[in-house]
């Protein structure tokens, strides 16, 4: 299993950036996703998760400013992220979970098996 981040930079306040990651294939088709972020610190936080049946969750602290989608021909996920802010700073992680949620996909970390190594946001002010 792989999941490879890209994407992430420096970006002042109120930009934009979209984060990218690529999954195996056969993870890719059987799994929920999700991105996270995590602070030094402080706990990994969910930020958005998207179901095979493309339904979809977003934290509160980035509903209207954060949009997850994914393109199945490519095997990848995104995140694309607006409205940047300061307090965004953080790595950014994506994982998955070969599991169908019936509802709408967690932003538990502890809901996901798989994970990346992350690609660090910095939005400064």
């Known amino acids: 299993v792989q999941l490879v981040e890209s994407g992430g930079g420096s970006v002042q306040d109120g930009g934009s950036l979209t984060l990218s990651c690529v999954v195996s294939?056969?993870?890719?088709?059987?799994?929920?996703l999700a991105w996270f972020r995590q602070v030094p610190g402080k706990a990994r936080e969910g930020v958005a998760a998207?179901?095979?049946?493309?339904?979809?969750r977003y934290g509160d602290s980035v509903k209207g400013r954060f949009t997850i989608s994914k393109d199945n021909a490519k095997n990848t996920l995104y995140l694309l992220m607006s409205s940047l802010k300061p307090e965004d700073t953080a790595m950014y992680y994506c994982?998955?979970?070969?599991?169908?949620?019936?509802?709408?996909?967690?932003?538990?970390?502890?809901?996901?098996?798989?994970w990346g190594q992350g690609t660090q946001v910095t939005v400064s002010s």
């Open positions: 294939a056969n993870t890719y088709s059987r799994s929920a």
């Open positions: 994982a998955a979970q070969p599991k169908w949620f019936t509802y709408l996909p967690p932003l538990a970390a502890s809901e996901y098996s798989y």
């Open positions: 998207i179901n095979k049946n493309h339904s979809q």
